[in-house]
């Protein structure tokens, strides 16, 4: 299979490639949490020196595991409900979900700046069910008249909210409840102390800088996303499911026990009013 081109790509965007090629490092060991080989066909196909730009650990290779799985089962969870649903992803990247949990039927919508849209084009071409519009994903103006409202929704926003300023990130939760009624949304967020560390420089390793992240919640504030729109009806936290060896051990605590219980990066659903009838 031929190489890509090298991406050029700024700081933000450039998550794309470190998540990607997390997902690739945990998908070729032997006990992976995630079985995702278009990952691994993608790492292979881009010319991009990502050992040596990003490191490889297995630690970190499962967190990012963990994190998937939690959005891969939401949305395996939502089309076994709704099999001809729609699957709006916001800011996904080089995400391969669709073709992880895909159920044949659904259809997918994915939502992103321009430049990560000519890549995802470029290297994961979309198939008769998926669509891709090059947008502002908190500009729902842009995208929201783009999806069938006779179809259940459900909105997925993966390592997008943590580089937008908090405003906005209330505004965009506060945009889908009003647009998508009965709808869902499931975001992920890193806590406070992660992100202080990357706005003052000190998430770093020897080659790699991670981006500023404006906007954090530790994972005792979920129900403060409700303040977001009268429109948000529940609000519910998503566990990962077991992980291997010491991260395995510990992740039962990390769970139930503070400070960590409280302090932890969190994935949260949440769920929109249906419409009045």
């Given at each position: 299979?031929?190489?890509a081109?090298?991406?050029?790509?700024?700081?933000?965007?450039?998550?794309?490639?470190?998540?990607?090629?997390?997902?690739?490092?945990?998908?070729?060991?032997?006990?992976?949490?995630?079985?995702?080989?278009?990952?691994?066909?993608?790492?292979?196909?881009?010319?991009?020196?990502?050992a040596?730009?990003?490191?490889?650990?297995?630690?970190?290779?499962?967190?990012?595991?963990?994190?998937?799985?939690?959005?891969?089962?939401?949305?395996?969870?939502?089309?076994?409900r709704e099999?001809?649903?729609?699957?709006?992803c916001?800011?996904?990247g080089?995400?391969?979900q669709?073709?992880?949990?895909?159920?044949?039927?659904?259809?997918?919508?994915?939502?992103?700046?321009?430049e990560?849209?000519?890549l995802?084009?470029?290297?994961l071409?979309?198939?008769?069910?998926?669509?891709?519009?090059?947008?502002?994903?908190?500009?729902l103006?842009?995208?929201a008249?783009?999806?069938?409202?006779?179809?259940?929704?459900?909105?997925?926003?993966?390592?997008?909210?943590?580089?937008?300023?908090?405003?906005?990130?209330?505004?965009?939760?506060?945009?889908?409840?009003?647009?998508?009624?009965?709808?869902?949304?499931v975001?992920?967020?890193?806590?406070?102390?992660?992100?202080?560390?990357?706005r003052?420089?000190?998430?770093?390793?020897?080659?790699?800088?991670?981006?500023a992240?404006?906007?954090?919640?530790?994972?005792?504030?979920?129900?403060?996303?409700?303040?977001?729109?009268?429109?948000?009806?529940?609000?519910r936290?998503?566990r990962?499911?077991?992980a291997r060896?010491?991260?395995?051990?510990?992740?039962?605590?990390?769970?139930?026990?503070?400070?960590?219980?409280?302090?932890?990066?969190?994935v949260?659903?949440?769920?929109f009013?249906?419409?009045?009838?």
């Amino acid at each position: 299979m031929s190489s890509a081109a090298r991406p050029d790509l700024a700081a933000v965007p450039e998550t794309m490639l470190w998540t990607l090629w997390q997902r690739a490092v945990e998908a070729r060991r032997p006990d992976a949490l995630l079985h995702d080989p278009k990952a691994v066909e993608l790492v292979d196909r881009i010319d991009y020196p990502f050992a040596e730009r990003f490191g490889t650990s297995g630690f970190q290779s499962q967190l990012q595991a963990l994190r998937v799985g939690c959005f891969d089962r939401e949305v395996s969870d939502f089309l076994a409900r709704e099999p001809r649903g729609t699957v709006v992803c916001l800011g996904e990247g080089l995400e391969t979900q669709y073709w992880r949990v895909d159920n044949g039927r659904a259809h997918w919508l994915t939502v992103d700046l321009p430049e990560a849209v000519a890549l995802r084009e470029e290297l994961l071409p979309p198939g008769p069910r998926q669509r891709y519009l090059a947008a502002d994903a908190t500009d729902l103006a842009a995208w929201a008249d783009e999806v069938d409202r006779d179809r259940a929704v459900l909105i997925t926003a993966e390592g997008l909210l943590m580089y937008l300023p908090p405003d906005r990130v209330k505004a965009l939760i506060a945009d889908c409840a009003d647009r998508f009624p009965g709808g869902s949304l499931v975001l992920d967020a890193v806590p406070r102390w992660f992100a202080r560390l990357t706005r003052t420089g000190r998430m770093r390793t020897a080659t790699y800088q991670a981006p500023a992240m404006p906007w954090a919640m530790d994972a005792r504030e979920r129900d403060k996303l409700r303040t977001a729109s009268p429109a948000v009806a529940a609000v519910r936290d998503v566990r990962p499911a077991a992980a291997r060896g010491l991260l395995g051990a510990l992740l039962p605590f990390a769970l139930t026990a503070p400070p960590l219980a409280t302090r932890r990066p969190s994935v949260t659903v949440l769920d929109f009013a249906a419409p009045a009838r």
